[in-house]
C-alpha cells in the first residue's frame, strides 16, 4: 500500500507565495517522475509541474517563472514553491508519482489534495 499525502496549502493574498509538500509512504522501492497537478472549480485537471527522479523539472507555461518544483528522494518527498500568486492559480493542488513498490509492481499515485486559495 502506498499513499501520497499533500501539506502546505491555504489562503494567500494576490502576490504571496505557499510552499505546498507531498510525501509518498508505504511499500516503496523507488519513485520515478513526481507531478503536481492542479484542478479549479469547473475546470479540468492541469499538470503543473514535473520533475523526474534525476532533478529534471519542467513547467506548464503559465507557471514558469513563478513555481519551482523539487524533491528529496531520501525523503520520498516532493515541494512546489508557488510565488507571485494570482487569484486564477486557486485550485486543489494534487500530487502525482509513478511508484515502484517493494513487490515490483508499479503505481501511478494520487494524493487527496491540498486547497490553495489565493484572494485577498
Known amino acids: 500500500q502506498v499513499q501520497l499525502v499533500e501539506s502546505g496549502g491555504g489562503l494567500v493574498q494576490p502576490g504571496g507565495s505557499l510552499r505546498l509538500s507531498c510525501v509518498a509512504s508505504?511499500?516503496?522501492?523507488?519513485?520515478?517522475?513526481m507531478n503536481w497537478y492542479r484542478q479549479a472549480p469547473g475546470k479540468q485537471r492541469e499538470l503543473v509541474a514535473t520533475?523526474?527522479?534525476?532533478?529534471?523539472?519542467n513547467y506548464a507555461d503559465s507557471m514558469k517563472g513563478r513555481f519551482t518544483i523539487s524533491r528529496e528522494n531520501a525523503k520520498n518527498t516532493v515541494y512546489l514553491q508557488m510565488s507571485s500568486l494570482k487569484p486564477e492559480d486557486t485550485a486543489v493542488y494534487l500530487c502525482?508519482?509513478?511508484?515502484?513498490?517493494?513487490?515490483?509492481?508499479?503505481?501511478?499515485?494520487w494524493g487527496q489534495g491540498t486547497q490553495v486559495t489565493v484572494s485577498s
Open positions: 508505504g511499500s516503496i522501492f523507488t519513485i520515478g517522475d
Open positions: 502525482n508519482a509513478d511508484i515502484l513498490q517493494t513487490n515490483f509492481l508499479r503505481i501511478n499515485c
Open positions: 520533475i523526474t527522479q534525476t532533478g529534471n523539472t
